[in-house]
């Protein structure tokens, strides 16, 4: 088990994360700083590639731009 970090601008973003995160019983710590929003996120290898897998189905790298 290792931390890992994500930060996001987009609430809808975060929003999605961290519901992803808890549904998944993944252990995460977020925080607000100015207008970013912080992941903490405390999960092994499996998990790291479940999220990896989760963000690159939901953020705009997946769009073809």
Known sequence: MKYYN???MFISLATKIGD???DNGI????????????FE??????????????????TIWNKGV
């Open 27 to 38: 252990y995460f710590e977020l925080s607000e700083n100015g207008k970013y929003y912080h």
């Open 6 to 8: 994500f930060e996001t």
């Open 41 to 58: 996120i405390l999960t092994d290898t499996a998990g790291a590639d479940q999220i990896n897998n989760f963000l690159d189905a939901n």
């Open 20 to 22: 992803f995160l808890h």
